[in-house]
């Protein structure tokens, strides 16, 4: 099947046509929600939970887990950007789903077991009333942040480069650090939601919804850290 190329945005789409993309995108992206937290269910009170959480966390083995899930994460989003098959998007975006909800057991294991009860939900809470807050913002603004993704590109280099680093040599990274990211999540937010009403074409609802995903999560992971951090958990 020949692919089609992209070549006008959302933005530029008739209203209805912009509208039912922008639909599109957010029940994909709470489907997504909704099968990852099916996923950390089932994970996290399995019989293999704390073996397999122990050893994903063991030694150097985080250090490959993070490398194994960036790249499943590139090639779920080279996926989900599919031009020829819609199916091949959908595969995509549940791949990396499935990629976020292995990679989350180890912290949602400890903060299922050792942890209030209350505090994985706060978390969750928390994350949905930030990324409502930002995602309200650049609609109502109508602002393009595509600038940011300079800022975020270092940002991440940055951060995998203390992360390798607390690793090799032992230090933690500590509430400070959890801070920034969460700060470095909510630019993530702001850039993407942008990026969906600016720049995606749209055909290309399941891709926004991954990327989208994808902030969400990152930030949902910060702010656990940092509640954690709080309650003495970490």
Same mark, same amino acid.
């Given at each position: 099947?020949?692919?089609?190329?992209?070549?006008?945005?959302?933005?530029?789409?008739?209203?209805?046509e912009?509208?039912?993309?922008?639909?599109?995108?957010?029940?994909?992206? !709470?489907?997504?929600?909704?099968?990852?937290?099916?996923?950390?269910?089932?994970?996290?009170?399995?019989?293999f939970?704390?073996?397999?959480?122990?050893?994903m966390? @063991?030694?150097?083995?985080?250090?490959?887990?993070?490398?194994a899930?960036?790249? #499943?994460?590139?090639?779920s989003?080279?996926?989900?950007? +599919?031009?020829s098959?819609? %199916?091949?998007?959908?595969? %995509?975006l549940?791949?990396?789903?499935? !990629?976020?909800?292995i990679?989350?057991?180890?912290?949602?294991?400890?903060?299922t077991?050792y942890?209030?009860?209350?505090?994985?939900?706060?978390?969750?809470?928390?994350?949905?009333?930030?990324?409502?807050?930002l995602?309200?913002? #650049?609609?109502?603004?109508?602002?393009d942040? @595509?600038?940011? +993704?300079?800022?975020?590109?270092?940002?991440f280099?940055?951060?995998?480069?203390?992360? #390798?680093?607390?690793?090799?040599?032992?230090?933690?990274?500590?509430?400070?650090?959890?801070?920034?990211?969460?700060?470095?999540?909510?630019? +993530?937010?702001?850039?993407?939601?942008?990026n #969906?009403?600016?720049?995606?074409?749209? +055909?290309?609802?399941?891709?926004?919804s991954?990327?989208?995903?994808s902030?969400?999560?990152?930030?949902?992971?910060?702010?656990?850290?940092?509640?954690?951090?709080l309650? %003495?958990?970490?």
């Amino acid at each position: 099947m020949q692919e089609q190329t992209f070549t006008l945005s959302a933005a530029n789409s008739p209203a209805a046509e912009r509208a039912a993309f922008i639909r599109k995108t957010y029940t994909h992206l !709470a489907g997504a929600l909704l099968l990852f937290t099916g996923l950390e269910y089932y994970l996290v009170n399995a019989p293999f939970a704390q073996k397999m959480a122990m050893a994903m966390t @063991s030694g150097f083995s985080w250090l490959i887990v993070l490398a194994a899930f960036m790249g #499943v994460g590139y090639v779920s989003d080279r996926m989900a950007r +599919s031009q020829s098959s819609e %199916g091949m998007q959908y595969l %995509g975006l549940g791949l990396f789903v499935v !990629a976020e909800a292995i990679i989350f057991l180890p912290l949602l294991y400890i903060a299922t077991m050792y942890s209030d009860a209350g505090l994985i939900p706060t978390a969750g809470l928390m994350t949905l009333l930030l990324v409502g807050g930002l995602t309200a913002t #650049v609609f109502i603004t109508k602002k393009d942040f @595509s600038f940011l +993704s300079g800022i975020l590109s270092i940002g991440f280099f940055v951060a995998m480069g203390f992360i #390798v680093c607390s690793m090799i040599f032992g230090f933690s990274l500590g509430l400070v650090f959890s801070s920034v990211m969460v700060l470095f999540a909510a630019g +993530s937010v702001l850039y993407t939601t942008s990026n #969906v009403m600016h720049h995606y074409h749209p +055909s290309q609802h399941v891709a926004a919804s991954l990327a989208l995903f994808s902030a969400v999560a990152l930030m949902f992971w910060y702010i656990l850290q940092i509640l954690m951090s709080l309650t %003495g958990r970490d």
